[in-house]
């Protein structure tokens, strides 16, 4: 038995040794960056070749890709600790365009004016709304666009046809109007049927569909100054507008504020039991898929507004950032021209479907050949409104989601939702928005 | 009779229950796992296809990590276990038989440590293992896990120590081996049911960790198996079960197995001390 | 309990013995304090500074954290979830592994088996078993509403994770599910070691199976169901591997335990505030800890 135990005292040691030396940190070669994003499989397998591509063009660097979960949450968390130990990889990756503000205000993104300015590298070939508002903090370049979403307005074009009209709703009221007049129509043999169906369970995409109804009622979440506007008049009267879809018009369905997230809608709509769809531009290709009942029905548009004002679309997408701490900068900004360069970008455009962050590929041919639409997600694009690049935004949104979803549900008046969503809101600045852009 | 007659069936009824409730999760487990597509029972369209493609996937692409992150958790958690079972062997001993200042303070202070709720130390710990740049490394976890377990070890070691009356470590001492000899040779040996019990629950208790697994590994190089699970999500909603719950099955695998063989043991760890009166 | 034998030295020693006692102990001691009472410790001290991430630097702002932690909405909220979701996890672990332990207790053929079926919850990693409940919860494709729905047990399917009162009641669900056969593997213990011969002199006394539980198990069964409790409810109060998983808090905060908050809070990069809601947990803890060993001891002094 002693020798036992002398044996599992040296297996200890040797443990704690092994610990110490081997396990964790791997050794890295000479220039290798972590580039950590995560996706679908399809998208990861394309990653690796953008990345093979790289390293072709490139001998001497090599990119280890870093697969990460596609939950937007969690794949927050899985950077935010890395980056909060100031650990020097992953040297590059993807964000959420939602969560730059609090990477930027954070310090986690290296500034990348200096290597613009030593390349002479064009920032006018990206949209730039986008660059000023989303992926410049406190003047300094930290973020470049790769793919961008927005909202759309997609549509039955055959039913808009068969039921008298000849062009999508431009204004709310006109949508209603076309959205009941339908519903009742194939409510006759199909009682599954609804007008417009869009995202409203207490989640990130409920703050996404919120904001294009009160912008496009001319109002915000925040104002210029960066003060909390949740309470206006124009506000409560867009939110209204919303609870009004499910509980006065009856357009939209009770589950909406349930369990309404971007894929049940969309596989409402693509089972041909809704007239309007507000969704991202993914869902354009899986409604043209092979064997989708609505393949070739499907037409998109700008989201409509009330009137007086604008439509609003909620910019969503992602973007590529330098780690602050990484050892490899030169390597890494090489990698993230190669991903943002003409050639990577219209890859994406063409293999994925992405809309890119470059304004430059919407004209290209092929592009256009392949994706018609995009001539027309462009214009979508150019205004797209992001939401408050504060980097306290997740407790922002964790309010307004809570409020709204109580609204809609019927379980508060907009106006007592908006009004404590506002006195929540600047408590949340007070604690919080100790600096601003 | 008449009430042995109805006691029997209540109680395989009891039986059947039981069996059904603490099983089917871990069945249906099992039976996704194995299934080409996780939502056969949304509707009777989509059949249910028995396939070996989810553990196939997860094994065979690198990307994914499970196997890492599988590896992982078996070395830290053994590494722990064994790290574990001798330092609370000497510190058991020490507290069962030899007289000291201070030794009520050691041991309450022991005991209250395991009421802390992991919360109230994971953030320091993040900060502490951050400055020391063991962030993602196995030690960030072993040195924690073994100080996390001490209390569980010391409780179940000591009370067994406690058993063996201290003529033997008299007579040891007697024939002219020291303390630590006598602890070796003549305690341990007796012990040995409340070293594997001790052993088993400490194992099972670093596998299963969570919470300082999330916050201080960030990759395939340390990360544990439940933090890999955990975070093994899918695309747009779109789950990938099948790969999940295979992931699940293999982890499953080691704890299952041990507490199956060796359960009395594990009985035998989780009820030490408490029925002492 | 062995706390009074400990008390007493053991083999004769010398004083030198100390020496080698404190050597003994020094990994314990070092690892134990530096890796838990230190961070505990440095929690606290973190509690009474602003520690933002993207608000740098550092700052002492003393009582200013609990200030807040005082007026802020969402932390009582987590603290109602913590407390209801303990005694109510805690009752229905408590009943269902008496349960357990009537029904094992027996003497049958299947018995080691049957000890074997009861461990597999508990035996399986936390994570997985979150992971796999969140599956059977699956609104479209879960095992719950199947049965549910082909049993006729209910017109349509359940939002189990969907609505906080089922989100609630589905974490409950699942802790029990894990927590059950730790119960039960207690209480096994406790009834085998009630002598037989209280029933049989109950039986001669013609006393039914319920009056037989009533007045000797639950009674015998006492002292070692107060120890459960007092773990488990530890244990409740600390939750955060289940709700993680199944639904992060949700839906409007409905499922948040207090550990979930802190947590949170820690993401947002809110260290300082975060600290200050982890002390308080630990705090709840503490008072729970002395309410449940006063009360214990209350009974015991009844029973003299």
Redesign the interface.
């Known amino acids: 038995?002693?020798k036992v135990?002398?044996g599992?005292?040296v297996?200890?040691v040797l443990?704690?040794i092994?610990?110490?030396v081997?396990?964790?940190?791997?050794v890295a070669a000479n220039t290798t960056i972590v580039f950590a994003v995560g996706?679908?499989p399809s998208?990861?397998d394309y990653w690796h070749k953008v990345i093979s591509s790289f390293e072709k063009e490139n001998p001497g660097i090599s990119v280890d890709?870093?697969?990460q979960?596609?939950?937007t949450?969690?794949r927050?968390?899985?950077l935010?600790?890395?980056l909060?130990?100031?650990?020097s990889?992953p040297d590059v990756f993807l964000m959420d365009v939602a969560w730059v503000g609090?990477f930027a205000?954070?310090?986690w993104l290296a500034p990348l004016n200096d290597f613009v300015s030593k390349d002479h590298y064009d920032l006018s070939v990206f949209f730039k709304k986008t660059i000023k508002l989303a992926d410049t903090y406190r003047g300094k370049l930290i973020a470049l666009p790769v793919y961008i979403d927005a909202g759309l307005l997609y549509y039955r074009k055959d039913l808009l046809k068969k039921y008298g009209y000849n062009h999508p709703p431009v204004t709310w009221g006109e949508l209603v109007r076309i959205a009941q007049k339908v519903q009742a129509g194939e409510r006759k043999h199909n009682p599954k049927f609804w007008g417009f169906v869009w995202q409203g369970?207490?989640?990130e995409g409920l703050v996404c569909d919120f904001l294009e109804f009160i912008v496009s009622n001319g109002g915000n979440i925040l104002n210029r100054k960066g003060e909390p506007v949740l309470n206006s008049e124009n506000n409560i009267k867009a939110l209204t507008f919303m609870r009004d879809l499910i509980h006065k018009y009856k357009i939209s369905p009770p589950n909406t504020y349930?369990?309404m997230?971007?894929?049940?809608v969309r596989r409402t709509f693509q089972s041909g039991n809704a007239m309007f769809e507000r969704n991202w531009p993914?869902a354009w290709g899986l409604h043209n898929s092979k064997g989708s009942p609505v393949k070739g029905k499907v037409g998109i548009a700008p989201l409509p507004h009330f009137p007086g004002h604008e439509s609003a679309a909620t910019l969503g997408g992602w973007h590529i950032g330098m780690n602050v701490y990484s050892k490899r900068k030169a390597a890494a900004w090489k990698f993230i021209k190669f991903v943002e360069s003409y050639k990577t970008e219209k890859g994406f455009a063409m293999n994925l479907g992405w809309n890119p962050g470059r304004q430059d590929v919407y004209k290209d041919k092929d592009v256009i050949a392949k994706a018609p639409y995009l001539k027309a997600l462009r214009k979508v694009f150019v205004g797209a409104v992001p939401r408050p690049g504060v980097?306290?935004y997740?407790?922002l949104s964790d309010v307004i989601q809570?409020y709204v979803?109580?609204a809609i549900a019927g379980k508060m008046t907009p106006k007592a939702a908006l009004d404590k969503a506002q006195a929540e809101a600047k408590r949340i600045i007070s604690?919080?928005g100790?600096?601003t852009k | 009779m008449r009430e042995q007659k109805k006691k029997r069936i209540l109680v395989w009824i009891g039986v059947v229950v039981i069996a059904f409730i603490c099983l089917s999760p871990f069945v249906w487990m099992l039976v996704v796992s194995f299934a080409e597509r996780p939502d056969f029972l949304a509707s009777e369209k989509i059949p249910y296809v028995f396939t070996l493609q989810n553990y196939k996937q997860i094994i065979g692409t690198r990307d994914l990590h499970v196997m890492d992150y599988f590896k992982n958790s078996l070395v830290v958690a053994f590494v722990v276990t064994v790290a574990a079972v001798v330092i609370a062997s000497f510190a058991g001993y020490a507290v069962s038989r030899m007289r000291f200042k201070g030794k009520m303070a050691i041991i309450l202070g022991v005991l209250a440590v395991s009421m802390f709720p992991q919360i109230s130390i994971v953030g320091y710990l993040f900060k502490l293992m951050t400055a020391i740049r063991w962030i993602n490394t196995y030690r960030a976890l072993i040195f924690p896990y073994i100080a996390w377990v001490m209390p569980i070890s010391l409780w179940i070691l000591v009370s067994y120590f406690m058993q063996l009356p201290t003529d033997l470590d008299e007579a040891a001492m007697v024939d002219g081996a020291n303390r630590i000899q006598a602890l070796i040779k003549v305690i341990l040996p007796l012990s040995a049911p409340g070293i594997f019990s001790t052993s088993l629950l400490v194992f099972i208790s670093a596998f299963n960790e969570f919470m300082f697994a999330l916050m201080l590994t960030t990759d395939y190089h340390a990360r544990t198996i439940p933090v890999g699970i955990a975070l093994f999500e899918g695309l747009h909603g779109q789950i990938p079960w099948g790969q999940m719950m295979a992931s699940s099955a293999i982890a499953s695998i080691p704890l299952v197995i041990l507490t199956l063989i060796f359960q009395r043991y594990i009985v035998q760890g989780l009820t030490a001390g408490a029925l002492k009166e | 309990m062995m706390f009074a034998k400990l008390g007493r030295g053991a083999v004769r020693s010398s004083s030198s013995e100390s020496g080698l006692a404190y050597l003994l102990l020094a990994p314990v001691v070092i690892l134990v304090g530096g890796l838990i009472l230190v961070p505990v410790f440095g929690t606290l001290v973190l509690s009474f500074f602003r520690d933002v991430t993207f608000l740098p630097p550092v700052k002492f702002i003393g009582l200013a954290n609990y200030r807040r932690l005082l007026s802020d909405p969402d932390f009582w909220n987590s603290t109602f979830v913590t407390v209801m979701f303990a005694v109510v996890a805690v009752f229905f672990e408590t009943v269902l592994g008496l349960f357990y332990a009537l029904v094992i207790n027996e003497k049958f053929r299947l018995r080691g088996v049957m000890r074997a079926v009861v461990l597999i919850p508990w035996a399986i990693p936390t994570i997985v078993s979150a992971k796999i409940w969140q599956l059977m919860y699956n609104f479209n494709y879960g095992l719950l509403n199947y049965l549910l729905v082909h049993l006729h047990l209910s017109s349509h399917p359940v939002n189990w994770l969907g609505t906080p009162l089922s989100a609630f009641t589905s974490i409950v669900v699942s802790d029990v599910w894990k927590t059950a056969p730790f119960m039960a593997i207690l209480f096994l213990a406790g009834l085998q070691s009630i002598p037989s011969a209280l029933y049989e002199a109950a039986m001669v006394d013609g006393a039914s199976m319920f009056q037989r539980f009533w007045n000797i198990t639950l009674p015998m069964l006492r002292p070692i169901i107060v120890i459960a409790l007092v773990f488990r409810t530890i244990d409740s109060l600390r939750i955060f591997d289940l709700i993680y998983v199944l639904t992060g808090g949700g839906p409007a905060g409905s499922t948040t335990s207090v550990s979930i908050y802190g947590f949170k809070l820690y993401i947002l990069g809110d260290f300082g505030y975060g600290s200050t809601v982890s002390v308080f947990t630990f705090v709840l803890i503490l008072i729970f800890t002395i309410v449940y060993l006063k009360v214990g001891r209350f009974q015991e002094g009844m029973k003299r």
């Open positions: 038995m002693g135990f002398r599992l005292a297996a200890v443990g704690l092994f610990g110490f081997f396990g964790g940190v791997g996706g679908a998208e990861i890709l870093l697969r979960p596609m939950n949450a969690v927050m968390q899985t935010v600790t890395p909060s130990s100031r650990e990889t609090q205000a954070s310090g369970k207490q989640y349930t369990e997230t971007e894929e049940p993914y980097p306290y997740t407790k809570k979803n109580a604690q919080y100790g600096t």
